[in-house]
Every structure is written in C-alpha cells, then in structure tokens.
C-alpha cells in the first residue's frame, strides 16, 4: 500500500515531530514525512527535520503584514508537497479558511488538554493550576480535525485522560502529558494512514 505523505508544521522544540518521524521510518506508520515548515526560524524542530533529510523550511510572518495573503502562501507551499494530511505539531498560529479550504478533513492538530478545555496556548502550565485551585482533577490529551478557525476546536480523533496527582510539580505533569501526546500522535496517524483508504 503506497505510502501517505505527511506535511508537518511546527513552531518549537518538535519532540511530536520527532516521535512521528521515528513511527514512519520504524513503519508504524504507514506514511512518510515529505516536509517540515516552522513559522519560527529558531525552531529546534527544523534541525530535527534536517537530520532526518526532510525537507525543512522556515516560512516567516511578519508581525502586522496581512494574516490571510500568509496563510494563502503557506497553503501555496504545502500544496506543492501533496500532503494527504497536514499535521499540527505544535503550529502556534491560528490558521484562516485561507488556508484550511484547501485541506477539507485534512489537517490534524494537538491540544495538550482536554476538549472544551484551556484552548489556546500555555494550556498545560493553565491546566496545572486550575488543579491547584482545586477547579479539576484531571486532564488530558486531544488530536482532533480542524476544520474551520475555532482555537483547539473540531471533530475529536482520540483523546486521552491524565490524572494530576497530588504530589506531581508542574514539570512532572509536562512530562506525562508529552510522553501521551507522542503516542497519542502515533496512534491518530496510524487510524489515518494504515487502511486502504
Ligand atoms: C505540544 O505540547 C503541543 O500539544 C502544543 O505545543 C507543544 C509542542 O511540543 N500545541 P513539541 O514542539 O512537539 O515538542
């Protein structure tokens, strides 16, 4: 069975990306890696792309130029790669039906809480402290579709509960959420990549 092609974007550290990588080229998941687009030129992600020679591209915005012509290039770009999926791993920009019209049921994006919950960013470090103020006892992983602009928003793929426990420091609770986003992610790609679809 041919192999899906994955485009993957990124704003950081790429700890997803990597753990996806290792799934494509350990054949867990049916799918390659065709290339990396960060909208942050210091993203560590893009030397994680380039070790493995994938396709690693910065594509800047620049603040107060116009969100929609950016999300036009952007689209312009992926579309050159073919994805069959465009996956969100740790993208921080809000992307516009600029973009996502050309990729109805395509585009694929974590939220390191669970759905309806801490949407937006620093959700792990928000979440953290609703527990500490005794708001909620647990929390979670999401990987939904995105189909339109709602923030962290769309039909659920799978979701994962993690209970916050009470000796847990911030840092351990990080590590827990990212160790299930890792494979959480896999799990995702492999219902989306490994049928004949
Ligand atoms: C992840 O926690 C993801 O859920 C969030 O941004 C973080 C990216 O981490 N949207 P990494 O760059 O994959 O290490």
């Known amino acids: 069975m041919a192999k899906k092609r994955l485009a993957l974007l990124i704003s950081g550290n790429g700890s997803n990306l990597q753990a996806i990588i290792n799934a494509c080229q350990n054949e867990i998941i049916n799918a390659e890696v065709v290339v990396v687009i960060s909208n942050r030129k210091d993203a560590y992600g893009l030397k994680k792309a380039e070790k493995a020679a994938i396709p690693a591209i910065y594509h800047p915005y620049f603040k107060g130029s116009d969100r929609n012509l950016y999300d036009d290039s952007l689209s312009k770009l992926v579309l050159q790669y073919t ?115």
């Open 83 to 197: 994805p069959d999926f465009v996956v969100l791993a740790g993208w921080m920009r809000k992307l516009s039906m600029h973009f996502l019209r050309y990729f109805p049921m395509k585009v694929v994006n974590i939220h390191p809480a669970l759905p309806d919950t801490f949407p937006g960013t620093h959700a792990i470090e928000r979440a953290f402290h609703a527990y500490q103020e005794g708001e909620i006892t647990q929390s979670g992983v999401m990987i939904h579709y995105v189909p339109d602009e709602g923030v962290d928003d769309g039909p659920i793929l799978l979701q994962k509960i993690i209970k916050i426990n009470p000796e847990d420091q911030l840092a351990d609770f990080e590590d827990r959420i990212h160790e299930t986003e890792h494979h959480l992610f896999t799990e995702v790609l492999c219902m989306l990549c490994n049928n004949s679809r």
